[in-house]
């Protein structure tokens, strides 16, 4: 051996030792057999604010939609000076409503009043048998306090009749009659015996129901393939109500409860039973949405295998880098991913081994790009030289793994879940519902022992059109 040939030779050992020992550092820092302790995946948690102003037109259609033509009637009604009445009370046209303040509606309700008046039994009932009939109309003001109860019904706390709205005065046999003190009692009687005794008046909860089987029916969304039921367990229904004169009513509406996952074979077939109603402080128009979603290691493998397999990276003028082979796995609170390779040289020679990476996860919702920070990896291989030639060019693959490590999320997610945006949307016969700037972007990505959990977040703003 000539001196010159020792001198290449002591250098090209020494370079290699320092490779070596540049990977034992390197693996001491990065075990991938390591048990690191894992993350604490959080709790999904998702409400709603849905802050509603029902116009009075609204509002009137419904009532006048909703209230039936035959109030009530009323039979032998004792009407002074040996006569009697039978009478039935009913709506005669639209009913009217007017907010006096945050609490009380005033209401004109035309009223039909229908029957006849005749003579009480014996005496000379025996001898005239005529009746006069009755035929109407009156439009009585009166004054209510709606309130919803807690149970989902609605009740009226208080009744208060301010005007007739016309005088029922006619004569029977001679005598004149001014009826309209006993029709004001008559009415009051009805209000206490039908309405303001009775705080469960008007079940709401059907109605609600109906409206609450289209929302919160358990729905299967893809995700990259992979299937997931969603459904939503509600802890709190929230409701804060008042009136806003020459408006309407004012509602907000809150919710609280919790997404939860199931199999796409085992999907809930309705939706979970609503709570009881409890106050509401909250004004705001929000939709927030925390959902479950987690990728099994095998599943995660196949996704980077369809992502990343088959990329090229040049390690140095002479090897071009290729993975074949993923493996992922949890490292702490990052994620492990083993690489099976292989090095081909424009020579014609061919490295195999293996290479070990962790990173951490990141998603950029303004890119909508998930990339992999905090990259680092060891080399496992049992070629020395693919083990040294990798170490020395250490920083400029770390760099071309970080760049290259980036998979485009936005339209993947906005895709598989836009079914989201038309289950949360509904029309009824009262009003469309629609969903403004939904945007669904992951909160986390937390490694588990069984796979990669990625909660997601959507939020959006409502829109009412009423009718």
Known sequence: MTEPTFRISLKSRLIFWIGIGFLAVSCKSLDPSASLPLPVVPGTKSSLNVPLEIPFSTLTAVANRETPSLIFRQRGMDLGNGLVGDFAFSRNGKIQLHALDQQRLEVVFPLKIQGEIGLKPGGLRNLLQTKVPINQSLAPVFVINPQVQSNWYLGISEFEL?????????????????????????????AKEELTSKPNLLALKPMMESIWNQVGKPIVVDVEGKKTGLSIRPDSVKLREYLQPNKGLHL?????????????????????????ISPNTDASNRIDLELPLAFTYAELDALIQQSFGGQAIRMNKTYVFQAKQFRTQAYGDRLGITVAFTAVSNKGGELTGELFLAGQPVYDPLTQVL??????????????????????KKGKINKQLSQRMKMPLGETIGESLKGLQGRL???????????????????????????????????????????
């Open 252 to 276: 907000d509406l809150g919710f609280q409860g919790q997404v939860q996952i199931h199999p796409a074979t085992a999907v809930p077939s309705r939706a979970f039973p609503l709570p009881t």
């Open 425 to 467: 949307s509904l029309q009824t016969s009262v009003a469309n519902l629609a969903i403004q700037g939904l945007q669904i972007v992951p909160i986390g990505f937390y490694p588990t022992a069984t796979g990669l959990a990625i909660p997601l977040k959507a939020t959006a703003t409502t829109a009412i059109q009423w009718k």
């Open 162 to 190: 301010l005007d007739l709205g016309g005088k029922m005065a006619l004569s029977v046999l001679g005598i004149e009659l001014d009826l309209s003190p006993l029709v004001r009692q008559e009415i009051r009687r009805f």
């Open 371 to 392: 990339r992999v920070d905090n990259l680092d990896f060891v080399m496992k291989s049992g070629s020395a030289k693919a083990m040294l030639g990798t170490m020395i």
